[in-house]
């Protein structure tokens, strides 16, 4: 399967490519996609909603390395990282300490 992004995929064009891929949210679902960590659910609703209308991998190819870039901007700041996990495990956030050398912080 070929992709054909312009500007090309590359790590520095992510943050476009997301960017764009909200834009097309919203004017083709109407979604918002807000870079909250319920947003991710709302890809997959996006996709899922595709696929049921027999929407292939290849023909949408594009806005699912675009989905990705958003995902992944979305993962680059760690919360959604820190919400899924605990959210899989059933832990809830911990106190940070702070204190002297050698003193566990975390």
């Known amino acids: ?9 590359e790590p520095g064009n992510a943050p476009w490519h997301a960017a764009a891929i909200v834009a097309a949210a919203a ?3 109407g979604a918002r996609l807000d870079y909250s960590p319920e947003s991710i659910a709302l890809v ?6 595709f696929r049921a209308e027999g929407v292939t991998s290849e ?10 870039c958003y ?3 979305k993962m680059s700041t760690c919360v ?8 899989r495990v059933g832990l809830r956030a911990r106190p940070r300490r702070t204190g002297g050398a050698g003193e566990n912080t975390g």
């Open 1 to 9: 399967m070929q992709v054909h992004l312009n500007p090309p995929l």
């Open 27 to 29: 004017d083709i679902s």
């Open 44 to 49: 997959q609703d996006i996709v899922d909603g």
């Open 59 to 68: 023909d949408m190819a594009e806005s699912l390395v675009a989905f990705g």
């Open 71 to 73: 995902v992944g901007e």
């Open 80 to 87: 959604v990282v820190r919400h899924m996990c605990r959210a």
